[in-house]
């Protein structure tokens, strides 16, 4: 089994910056994707960003493309999500997944592994 635990949430003002982490542990898989997801309250859950292993390359939204930013840090085996330009129409819920094969997968249904999740908001 896989454990992911998110941190790093809050509130900011619009324009802020917030860095999401998300903790691993349990069963370690050589190929994965690594994503972040959003649900807003009253909307269904949407992809944010994503990371293949190996090779790193990265995904994004439209919504988020030049102001998010996602990596990992195979030592800590964490994964970040670095929020800049923030507005309020970035406030949900946050949630990091993982499934054990490396592609674009943009669907929740795709990934078997979820964290609880992190609330951010942002204040106008």
């Known amino acids: 089994q896989v454990q992911l635990v998110e941190s790093g949430g809050g509130l900011v003002q619009r324009g802020g910056s917030l860095r999401l982490s998300c903790a691993t542990s349990g069963r370690a898989f050589s190929r994965t994707t690594r994503a972040w997801f959003r649900q807003a309250p009253g909307k269904e859950r949407e992809f944010v960003a994503l990371?293949?292993?190996?090779?790193?390359?990265?995904y994004y939204s439209e919504a988020v493309k030049g102001r998010f930013t996602i990596s990992r840090d195979n030592a800590k085996n964490t994964l970040y999500l670095q929020m800049n330009s923030l507005q309020p129409e970035d406030t949900a819920v946050y949630y990091c997944?993982?499934?054990?094969?490396?592609?674009?997968?943009?669907?929740?249904?795709?990934?078997?592994?979820w964290g609880q999740g992190t609330q951010v908001t942002v204040s106008s």
């Open positions: 990371i293949m292993w190996p090779g790193g390359n990265t």
């Open positions: 997944a993982t499934r054990p094969s490396s592609g674009n997968y943009l669907k929740d249904s795709d990934y078997a592994y």
